[in-house]
């Protein structure tokens, strides 16, 4: 019971396992919001008109390029869908604890978990968060494995899944278009087949939300993800150095480059840093999906991309040896941009 970070959300203070460096902390300063991330409609590129293709290919290929980040509204998955998980996935940890704890694991490998106030490569400090991950593809085959309770968790997250998985492969269809790639290069088995996981953040009300976060800043490894997160703020990214908010829309989905789409692209589109801020008023909960390769595929910039004009700027490499480095370090990108600079070196050398 003692490992569930809400058995004890009501303390005034915040322990201080949970309090970060003051060079971390997200301090009291107000992050402004006029400045976010595009919103793209994808509504207006359904069909045969081929202009209006193109304009969402542009918008996509801009936006992957100078944020990293957008979010996309029109999307195809149904409103009644998303509000439908966003509600199962919080009255899941609205249960008692009593109902929650058969599925706490400190095992990684164990494909249905709960666990709660992990730290994330600093110093051992936790994160003001509990989560549950759901790793497999397609979940689908998972489904014994989910919760029974609340009902209807796990036709709900089966479906969202489901729906997830098109809409990202259909974004990858147009990044595939806008980076000149032959077609269906995001097809292939290995490359978007792997082992796709699914995970629910909660972050509980938090006595002082500047002196910790829900998650320390980071870049995803994977492919690309996609966020659900509800009205409440939470999600801050980088851009030019400052941290801006990435602003609720009702209905919207939240999409990001991993890095090794970064990679595929020979550096065109970024993998961005990101971080989730706490509140002291309520609760956010969110469901993020991550499209990953599969631990054997072979990772490199995509051929066409490569050339007299342009170096490869990474070496190849299997996305498990990718993975192993990116969760043995001490930071979570400056150990990765040492990993890319050695990769980087490497491919100079054996040109």
């Keep these: 019971m003692k490992n569930f970070l809400s ?4 303390h005034p203070t915040v322990p ?6 003051p060079e971390k902390q997200p301090g009291k300063s107000i992050i402004p919001t006029g400045e976010s991330i595009p919103v793209i409609d994808l509504g207006g590129g359904r069909g ?7 304009t969402l290919v542009e918008q996509i290929m801009r936006a992957t390029q100078e944020f990293g980040f957008f979010q996309v509204i029109n999307h195809g998955i149904s409103v009644e869908l998303l509000r439908d998980t966003l509600a199962v996935a919080s009255e899941f940890f609205e249960m008692s604890i009593e109902d929650r704890i058969q599925y706490y694991s400190d095992d990684p490998k164990r494909a249905v978990r709960v666990y709660t106030s992990c730290g994330m490569h600093d110093r051992g400090i936790l994160n003001w968060r509990e989560a549950m991950k759901i790793t497999g593809h397609p979940v689908e085959k998972l489904a014994h494995l989910l919760p029974e309770k609340p009902n209807k968790f796990r036709d709900v997250v089966v479906g969202y899944s489901e729906g997830v998985m098109k809409l990202a492969m259909r974004i990858l269809g147009m990044i595939n278009e806008g980076l000149g790639l032959e077609e269906g290069y995001f097809d292939d088995d290995k490359l978007s087949g792997g082992e796709h996981f699914v995970l629910i953040n909660h972050y509980p009300p938090c006595p002082d939300p500047s002196l910790t976060l829900g998650l320390v800043k980071h870049c995803d490894p994977n492919l690309i993800t996609v966020l ?3 009205k409440t703020r939470g999600l801050q990214v980088i851009k030019d150095g400052k941290w801006i908010s990435v602003e609720p829309i009702p209905d919207a989905l939240v999409v990001n480059v991993g890095h090794q789409l970064e990679i ?5 589109l970024k993998s961005v840093e990101h971080r989730a801020v706490t509140n002291s ?14 631990a054997d595929c072979l990772i490199s910039p995509a051929p066409v991309l490569v050339g007299r004009s342009q170096a490869p700027l990474y ?4 996305y498990k040896e990718f993975f192993n480095v990116f969760h043995d370090t001490d930071g979570p990108k400056t ?10 070196i490497l491919a100079a050398v054996l040109k």
């Design 228 to 230: 659900l997160q509800g």
């Design 335 to 344: 150990h990765v941009q040492r990993l890319l600079l050695i990769l980087y």
């Design 16 to 21: 201080e396992s949970y309090i970060y460096p």
């Design 281 to 294: 008023r309520e609760a956010r909960t969110t469901v993020v999906t991550f499209i990953n390769p599969a």
């Design 315 to 318: 070496k190849a490499f299997t």
């Design 7 to 10: 058995s004890f959300v009501s």
């Design 48 to 54: 045969d008109h081929r202009g209006q293709q193109f």
């Design 264 to 268: 595929i692209s020979n550096g065109r």
